[in-house]
C-alpha cells in the first residue's frame, strides 16, 4: 500500500533524530501518543538544541493545530459511527488518514471503518518505521556526520510543506525572525516568536488582491 | 523524567485537539484568516528551527562560509530538491557535514 510506503522515510529520520537525544522508549512513546510527524520531529530538534521544556510544548501544539480543522472536516463523515470508536478516531487523525479518507467520502458514501482502517495503515508502520531509525540512530558511531541527520531532514521536510511563493516567504521571514529575536527573547522563544509574526503576516499578504 | 512529563503534556494536548472537534465542538467553524494562518504555521516553524540549527553555534551567530552546517546544507537542497525524500536528503546532508569536517577541521 502506498500509503503505509510514503510514512517510512519520515519515521526512519525522525527516528534516527530522536534516538540520539532521548531514551528508546521515550522516542517511541512519543511515536504512540503524538503520532504526528511534524511536530515530533520539531520537538526532537528542540530538545536536541536544548530548549526549555515549556517552549517545546507550545510550539508543538502550535503546530498540531491544524488537526483542528482536519477533525472538524472529517465529523460529518463519520457521526454513524458507535461512539466509543469516537476516541480511537480522534487518535488516528493524521495528514495522511486524513487526506485519503477525505478523498474517499467525496467518491462513496462515508464508512468509519475505511477511516479507522486508513488510520491504522499509518500507525502500525509509523511505529515499526520510527523504532528501526531510533535502533540506527543510537547505534551508528559518531564521526558518520550524524550531527547533520537532524538540519538534513529538516531542509526536506521544508521543501515538502512549502509548496507556493507566498508560503516560501513567510518561511524566509520566519527563519530571519528567528534569528534576529534570538538577543531579545530567550533562547527557543524566537522560534515561536519568530512563527507568530510570520504567519500572521502571510494571512494579510493574501489580502492583498494583486499579490499570489 | 521530565522530559516524559514533557511528552505526556504534547501528547494530551494533540489528543485533545484531535477528538475536541469531533465530539463537542462539532458545530464549530474557523474563519478563513484562522484556517489560512494555521495553514502556513508549521512551515514557518520548520523554517525558523532551521535557521537555528544552521546558524546558531554555540549561543553565537555563524554566518563564516566556513561553518560546517552552512556548507553542508548546499548538498541536502539539492537533493531535497530533486528527490523530495527525506532519508535521501538526510544522508546527503551527513555525507556532506562529515566531508567538509575532514577538509577544515
Not at chain 1, 66 to 88: F, I, Q
Not at chain 2, 43 to 55: C, F
Amino acid at each position: 500500500m502506498p500509503l503505509t510506503l510514503s510514512v517510512a522515510p519520515f519515521g526512519l529520520a525522525y527516528g534516527a533524530i530522536a534516538g540520539q537525544h532521548m531514551a528508546f522508549w521515550q522516542a517511541q512513546l512519543m511515536s504512540l501518543t503524538v503520532f504526528a510527524g511534524t511536530a515530533q520531529f520539531i520537538a526532537a530538534s528542540m530538545i536536541a538544541q536544548g530548549a526549555a521544556y515549556l517552549p517545546i510544548l507550545l510550539t508543538g501544539i502550535l503546530i498540531n493545530m491544524r488537526l483542528v480543522l482536519m477533525s472538524a472536516a472529517l465529523t460529518p463523515h463519520v457521526k454513524g459511527a458507535p461512539r466509543r470508536l469516537y476516541p480511537l478516531m480522534a487518535h488516528l487523525l493524521a495528514d495522511e488518514s486524513f487526506a485519503v479518507s477525505m478523498a474517499e467520502f467525496s467518491r462513496r458514501p462515508a464508512d468509519p471503518w475505511f477511516y479507522i482502517g486508513s488510520g491504522l495503515a499509518i500507525f502500525v508502520p509509523w511505529q515499526l518505521v520510527t523504532a528501526a531509525g531510533a535502533a540506527l540512530g543510537a547505534g551508528l558511531p559518531t564521526g558518520w556526520g550524524l550531527e547533520y541527520a537532524l538540519p538534513g531532514s529538516l531542509i526536506c521536510l521544508l521543501f515538502l510543506l512549502v509548496r507556493d511563493r507566498r508560503a516560501m516567504w513567510v518561511s524566509l521571514l520566519a527563519a530571519a525572525l528567528s534569528l534576529l529575536l534570538r538577543p531579545l527573547v530567550s533562547g527557543t522563544w524566537s522560534t515561536m516568536a519568530a512563527t507568530l509574526i510570520a504567519a500572521s503576516l502571510g494571512v494579510t499578504w493574501k489580502r492583498w488582491p494583486s499579490r499570489s | 523524567m521530565a522530559l516524559t512529563l514533557l511528552i505526556l503534556g504534547l501528547a494530551l494536548g494533540t489528543y485533545l485537539l484531535r477528538l475536541l472537534p469531533l465530539t463537542a465542538l462539532s458545530r464549530v467553524t474557523l474563519p478563513t484568516w484562522a484556517q489560512d494562518w494555521l495553514s502556513l504555521v508549521p512551515g514557518a516553524v520548520l523554517a525558523a528551527s532551521l535557521a537555528q540549527a544552521l546558524l546558531v553555534q554555540g549561543e553565537r551567530l555563524a554566518l563564516s562560509w566556513r561553518n560546517p552546517y552552512l556548507l553542508a546544507a548546499i548538498p541536502a537542497f539539492l537533493v531535497a530538491w530533486r528527490t523530495r525524500n527525506v532519508v535521501w536528503t538526510m544522508l546527503a546532508g551527513m555525507a556532506a557535514y562529515a566531508l567538509v569536517g575532514h577538509v577544515f577541521p
